[in-house]
């Protein structure tokens, strides 16, 4: 059988029909068109994985200030400080966030997902997530995988560019992707998944 997929809709009918989870439909659908086992697909991913880490802590370490003076040193203000208005994760999920879009702003290695404007999105949100429920790799792989299926569905389907739609298109795109990727590393239905696209979506919207 095939996992093609052009919707969102599409991965969840396709989970429910075949007992597995979003990110596997991802998977298998990546099995089947590239001439890739999966041990290599998951090896990448893996590496993935590591650049978000490294551009984490290389936003946070690195304090000096761009060229142009305006980023620099805000990530590693906010690490270590105790929130007063958010929680524990949502707090370590921003400071993260900050940190990689520093790393990109001075021209550290980063992943760009969906793209290079929104790259701190996914790894903020992800790594917060895992640190605080202690998540082994294998499980944000799954998510990896989830979230790549979104940003495929968005960007076959209409933009992943800012700068031809707008913010949603960017980090309404991200948003989703690391929304989607959280439940499936928590052990989310596919539904849920895509219910948490859907509602990630539309308060990005409703805020812009």
């Known amino acids: 059988m095939s996992y093609a997929y052009d919707t969102i809709a599409d991965i969840i009918r396709l989970a429910e ?3 597995i989870s979003f990110g596997d ?3 298998r659908y990546e099995l ?3 001439d890739r086992n999966e041990e290599a697909v998951i090896r990448e991913i893996e590496h993935r994985l590591d650049i978000f880490e490294m551009s984490i802590q290389d936003g946070i370490a690195y304090t000096d200030k761009t060229a142009s003076g305006m980023s620099g040193g805000q990530a590693a203000q ?3 400080q105790s929130p007063r208005f958010m929680s524990e994760i949502a707090y370590k999920a921003m400071t993260y966030a900050i940190a990689v879009n520093e790393a990109n702003a001075k021209m550290f290695r ?5 793209t290079a404007g929104s790259c701190g999105v996914m790894p903020g949100a992800v790594k917060a997530v895992a640190d605080h429920y202690q998540l082994d790799k294998s499980t944000v792989v ?3 995988l989830a979230a790549s299926g979104i940003g495929n569905v968005v960007a076959n389907r209409a933009c992943v560019a800012g700068a031809v739609g707008g913010c949603q298109a960017e980090i309404g795109t991200a948003a989703c992707m690391a ?3 959280i439940v499936e590393m928590m052990g989310g239905t596919p539904r849920q998944v895509g219910h948490a696209i859907a509602l990630c979506m539309k308060l ?3 805020c812009l």
């Open 204 to 206: 990005i919207r409703s």
């Open 179 to 181: 929304a989607g990727a």
């Open 142 to 144: 799954k998510g990896f």
């Open 25 to 27: 439909v991802v998977l």
């Open 110 to 114: 980063i992943v760009a997902c969906p």
């Open 17 to 19: 029909e075949n007992n």
């Open 32 to 34: 089947e068109n590239y």
């Open 78 to 80: 906010l690490d270590g």
